[in-house]
């Protein structure tokens, strides 16, 4: 008999983590393109989780973007500064202090991260020349990734919650945004990986591992980032 789901936060009912969150308020607007796979498969979807804690943020989903109305809308109106969470060679990395105060203008900023495997993101920033032609930030982890039941394809990459997380550390020290409730979304994230660890451990419950999950800085690396079905999204400081 199929599990009674939560349709805010596509958890079972009983795991539901909607009663526990505490909307953010921000002046930055979130926009996360999810992948349709990231959105129909992945059951412990950190962008959903964190838009839920996110007001002002909003969630499409697609594989391209040039012909989606509401991402053009955002992309054309001259009242808003839009960058995209991306490496590339003339990204600004947010942690440097590299936007002083004021250098929006008065615009609202607006992120587009891209929430999907890193070779999926690469195939969606592919088709999507006009999220090519937008500005790259980055930033520099104040950690590596915290995640305990995926790995990472590089010691830089991070979950799309962790990389939110690191965003508005790096705007509120920037001066850009407030960031008022800085453990929430961490907080968030533990709770959401020691209910799976703990699913993986019940030898009663379907994904029994026999084996637990191997601390992150005991794993081998993968021997390239492109081969990895399980990368979270991606930031990485500037060059």
Known sequence: MAREMCYRCFWPKPQCWCDTIIPMPTRTHFVFLMHPKEWKQEKAATGRLTHLCLPNSV??????????????????????????????????????GAWPRGALEHRRLVVFLLDATWSLG?????????????????????????????????????????????????????????????DQLLNLFGRMQAFQIACASDPARDGYRRSGYRPPA?????RGQSGSRRARVFQAPAA
């Open 59 to 96: 969630v499409h989903v697609g594989t391209e973007f040039d012909s989606h109305a509401a991402v053009q809308a955002l992309i054309a109106d001259s009242g808003n500064s839009c960058v995209l969470v991306y490496p590339g060679r003339d990204a600004v990395n947010l942690s440097t």
């Open 122 to 182: 690469r195939k969606m920033l592919r088709l999507s020349p006009s999220l090519q032609r937008l500005p790259r930030v980055v930033f520099t982890p104040s950690a590596p990734s915290r995640y305990l039941i995926k790995q990472q394809p590089h010691p830089s990459c991070l979950s799309t919650l962790e990389a939110v997380h690191e965003l508005l550390v790096a705007l509120e020290r920037g001066g850009h945004d407030a960031y008022p409730q800085p």
């Open 218 to 222: 005991e794993r081998k690396p993968f």
